[in-house]
């Protein structure tokens, strides 16, 4: 989509969120709530009349219906994240274009639409830095973290990648989330009882199927990391294969990761390849999601060559797919242009 007039800078910049009692919605408020220039905050509800409030800082923000939003006064924002799901952001969010300078959407409604850049700051930020589009798409959790475990091989060009991902249950939002943790205390009595939010009981469990399968045997989730991934790095061609696996745990996406570069991998030591990359920290031995949650940013480990392929590495790698999977990201995007550097942090 063409870029419109960047915003002026400002030091309190008026913010909209879509969505916000969602789990991302709740990191995201948690993350602005320790920033000083997030003094002007309008949250809107994807129910066309909103109730009640949402606690932030010591007080709380009343919740306005996205209908109510929309038919009174249309407020311009200088950005409009929307944490919606997708189903939601495909019918409604195109209402909300005129109300923002920049809307970036959460949801995997609009992410491979060619007009609409898909940002990781710390990979491809500059695309949109100071001059974005109306609309900019945050992508999968479980292809945030794999793409920042893979850019800083890129230098060292990269000729294939297969990954398989580990990926927690509040992945799939708050009431799977909890109808895991349901299903954890009956199997603690003796016996599983499913909580109908996963293809089969999670709970001492793992399910190498997140989403509908595809006629090509791969599931949505892995058509999503495959094709954003491509996009995210500027390598439409790139052989990727992905698995993605729901697994037993509350929160954080980790993925095996074994690529083939097309340059050697410098002779000293593996963990070289991400010094000075932002975001992400190399593990002295490796990071679970036990530790990577309510981190910031991307953490890898288990750094080797790989037997199998010239010029292969493998590794593992770990983050918070409510943080840098979600709400650290969007924010993160929005700090590209808001650029509230200008105000204490």
């Known amino acids: 989509m063409a870029a419109t007039k960047k915003p002026a800078a400002n030091p309190n910049p008026r913010l909209g969120i879509i969505g916000p009692r969602g789990l991302v919605g709740e990191e995201l408020l948690a993350l602005l709530a320790k920033k000083r220039w997030a003094t002007d905050l309008t949250l809107i509800s994807t129910d066309p009349k909103g109730t009640g409030r949402v606690r932030f800082r010591n007080g709380s923000l009343p919740v306005r219906g996205f209908s109510d939003f929309l038919n009174n006064k249309r407020r311009e924002f200088d950005c409009l994240i929307s944490l919606a799901e997708t189903d939601w952001s495909r019918g409604h969010l195109k209402k909300f274009f005129g109300t923002s300078a920049v809307i970036i959407d959460e949801s995997a409604a609009f992410r491979l639409n060619p007009d609409v850049p898909l940002i990781v700051p710390e990979i491809n930020g500059n695309n949109i830095k100071g001059n ?27 000729r294939r990648v297969v990954a398989a991902s580990y990926q927690a ?9 909890d109808g895991f943790l349901q299903e954890a205390k009956t199997m603690g009595n003796g016996r599983i009882k499913t909580s109908g939010f996963f293809p089969r009981p999670l709970a001492g469990n793992v399910i190498p199927q997140i989403g509908s399968f595809t006629e090509s045997g791969f599931t949505e989730e892995e058509d999503k990391v495959i094709a954003e991934t491509r996009k995210i790095l500027g390598l439409a061609d790139l052989p990727l294969s992905a698995t993605c696996v729901r697994v037993p745990v509350l929160r954080g996406h980790s993925l095996a990761v074994w690529a083939e570069l097309e340059k050697p991998l410098p002779q000293g030591a593996l963990t070289d390849c991400y010094n000075g990359f932002p975001g992400v920290a190399v593990s002295g031995s490796y990071p679970t999601p036990v530790e990577t949650a309510g981190q910031l940013g991307v953490a890898v480990g288990r750094l080797r060559r790989d037997p199998v392929w010239p010029n292969g590495l493998s590794l593992w790698c770990s983050g918070d797919n409510l943080l840098k999977g979600a709400a650290e990201n969007v924010l993160g995007i929005a700090d590209l242009f808001l650029n509230p550097a200008q105000a204490p942090a």
């Not at 850019?151 to 060292?156: E, F, Q, S, T, V």
């Open 132 to 158: 974005p589009p109306k609309l900019i798409a945050s992508p999968n959790c479980t292809t945030v973290v794999l793409v920042m475990a893979l850019a800083p091989l890129a230098k060292y060009g990269l």
């Open 169 to 177: 249950a509040s992945g799939a939002g708050r009431r799977a989330r």
